[in-house]
């Protein structure tokens, strides 16, 4: 066994650079951030590169989009960083913190109700970049999914936004046809036609907007585009499934200033060492939403801030 050199300080300090600790070496994983899943041709290149002067040779793909080189000796840290900033790539994505985004590929996708690329690299630059110094109770993990196919479980992520399109029924249009084509393929059998007419069950829709544009008597001409917004999901040593905000958000700034509510619930009000679904459990889920529908907590984010917490936070990789 190699004499390990890299005293426990070290390692923790260069941890919280992205650089976790290979087993038994002075070597370490560089964690590069993908920002939202994605790099260009370019990074690729300056990645496989710096895999090969400083790492073993090897790149890792993380289950949560993030990109590690093996290998990288301790001494080469700062020169490893410098290597791919020149690509305008970090490292990081440690500590309990806000963690860095996850997207599936809704921009792109047959069914995509959003641009998940786009909204999880505003989510990076405002909440991942902007709170990279705050301190939360644990880990902090957000998900952005294009519809409510949940390919990137949303709902299993500390918070998760999923795209939606409420369908527009006009009644008045609706013949109460005998083979209503919404009642066909509404995929969660969401709709039906009841007494003439067709009903749309709130509580089942998912407001996949499949319906839209689908009737041949124009009933449902459009739909309009939203947020799904869960919160309290997690997966992993204990997991608990998100539950939905009852509000469906329309305009994106609203739903990306919950986000920004939640993080400062979470640090206000959640206990060292908790994840946001204990949280929400200890506060109850109506007084959690209730907060993250108002701005009141916004008013006191400076205080929040600046306040002395959670100096040592839950996450333990
Ligand atoms: S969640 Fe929807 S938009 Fe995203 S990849 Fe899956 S099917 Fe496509
Ligand atoms: S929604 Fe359209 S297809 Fe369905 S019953 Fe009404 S008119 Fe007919
Ligand atoms: S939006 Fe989707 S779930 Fe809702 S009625 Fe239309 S097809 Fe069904």
């Not at 790099?39 to 040779?57: D, L």
């Not at 890792?60 to 990109?67: D, E, H, N, S, Y």
């Not at 998760?160 to 409420?166: F, K, Y």
């Amino acid at each position: 066994m190699a004499t390990l050199t890299v005293s426990a300080a070290d390692e923790k300090r260069v941890k919280a650079m992205g650089f976790l600790s290979n087993k038994g070496t002075d070597n370490f994983n560089a964690r590069i951030i993908t920002v939202n899943g994605k790099i260009t041709a370019e990074q690729q290149r300056c990645i496989a590169e710096a895999a090969e002067k400083f790492g073993n040779g090897e790149v890792a793909f993380t289950t949560r989009l993030t990109v590690e080189v093996p290998g990288v000796p301790y001494e080469k840290i700062e020169e490893f960083q410098e290597f791919i900033g020149k690509a305008g790539l970090t490292t990081g994505g440690t500590g309990s913190k806000v963690r860095p985004v996850v997207a599936c590929k809704g921009t792109t996708c047959q069914y995509g109700l959003l641009d998940s690329f786009g909204l999880a690299r505003e989510i990076h630059e405002r909440f991942y970049v902007g709170y990279r110094q705050v301190q939360l109770p644990h880990k902090f993990k957000i998900a952005v999914g294009g519809c409510p196919n949940n390919c990137v479980k949303p709902d299993l992520n500390d918070l998760g936004i999923i795209g939606q399109r409420i369908p527009n029924f006009d009644e008045d249009s609706c013949n109460g046809c005998k083979k209503c084509a919404i009642e066909k393929n509404c995929p969660v059998g969401a709709a039906k036609v009841v007494d003439g007419v067709l009903e749309i069950d709130k509580d089942v829709c998912n407001n996949c907007g499949r319906c839209v544009g689908k009737c041949p008597f124009d009933a449902i001409e459009d739909g309009t585009y939203g947020y799904k917004i869960y919160i309290g999901g997690r997966w992993g040593k204990k997991v608990a499934q998100g539950r939905a905000l009852s509000k469906v958000f329309t305009d994106k700034e609203e739903a990306l200033s919950v986000i920004e509510k939640a993080l400062l619930l979470f640090r206000e009000q959640g206990k060292t060492g908790e994840r946001f679904s204990q949280t929400i459990d200890r506060l109850g889920f109506e007084n959690v939403e209730a907060q993250l529908l108002s701005d009141e907590i916004l008013g006191r984010k400076d205080e929040i801030l600046a306040a002395n917490l959670h100096t040592k936070g839950g996450a333990t990789c």
